[in-house]
Every structure is written in C-alpha cells, then in structure tokens.
C-alpha cells in the first residue's frame, strides 16, 4: 500500500504541475486580452526601416554594379566590332590602292591619289581647260576604242600646238 500511495502522490504532482503551466498560461492569455486598443502601442518600426533602407541601398548597388558590368562588356564587344570593321575597311582601302596602281590609265602623269584624278600632279579642278580635255578625251577614248570620233566642246581651250 505503501508504494500504491508514492504512485499516487507522483500521480497527483504531476497533475498539479501540469495545472499550473495551464493556470500560468492561461494568466498570460488573460492579460494580453485586457489590453484593449488604447494599452497596445505601436511596436516601433524604426529599426525595420532602416533595414528595409538599407537592403535597398544594397540593391541599389548592387545594380548599379550590374550597370557597370554590362557597359564594359558591351564596351569590350563594340571594341572588338571596330577593330573587325576597321580591318575590313583598310583591306577595302588597300585593294582599292593597289586597284588604282596597277591600272592601265591613257595618259603618262595621269594617276589617282586620294581618290582624286590628278594629271601630271595637278588635281582635275587645278588643271588648265586644255590639260582637262585631253585627260577626258584619252579616257574615252580608253574606254570606248570602237568609237571613231569624240565631240568635244569648248575646243577653243586648246592652242594649235596642244592639238
């Protein structure tokens, strides 16, 4: 019986032990439910602002970074285009040099330089009216050497001994 009696007093501790977290519980649930709306106040927020500020200014960075990256990186590949187009454009250039070099022009002293006609160094707008129409007329006659005449105007220019 002895020992009967020790089960039931653990028995009833432990019942009473569990009573009194319920009562304590149930304090603390009776307390938060006195607060009414006047007692709540406001729990303050200023610290979630400033991480809220501060994740944002970490976002704000971090795509500034971003920014950053893409511009050298389109940097890097507009670099790349114009160093291809300018090699390209300076194949072209040469071609068209080597083009004009190795042409077979009507005239002695008659050359290209700079894109420009030139006839014994001097360029098509700084030669004389005579020195122009035997340049036009040796390149038509260069092109078209089937044609029996070329009509020239302002034939005048030229004296006796440039005919």
Do not use: H
Not at 89 to 112: C, M, Y
Not at 136 to 160: H, N, S, Y
Request: proline content about 2%; hydrophobic content about 35%; charged content about 35%.
């Amino acid at each position: 019986e002895y020992e009967q009696q020790g089960r039931e007093v653990a028995r009833l501790m432990a019942m009473l032990n569990a009573a009194q977290e319920k009562y304590t519980q149930l304090q603390n649930d009776l307390e938060i439910a006195r607060k009414d709306a006047l007692d709540l106040r406001d729990e303050s927020t200023a610290e979630l602002e400033a991480n809220i500020q501060q994740i944002d200014e970490i976002n704000r960075k971090v795509r500034a970074n971003l920014d950053k990256d893409k511009a050298e990186e389109d940097a890097r590949e507009y670099g790349q285009q114009y160093e291809q187009l300018t090699a390209e454009i300076e194949a072209v250039r040469k071609q068209k040099t080597e083009l004009l070099t190795n042409a077979d022009l009507p005239l002695p002293g008659l050359s290209v330089v700079d894109g420009e006609l030139t006839y014994k160094g001097q360029r098509w707008d700084n030669m004389s009216g005579s020195d122009q129409l035997k340049v036009a007329t040796a390149i038509v006659r260069k092109l078209k050497p089937q044609c029996g005449f070329v009509l020239l105007d302002k034939l005048e220019q030229m004296d006796m001994d440039s005919l």
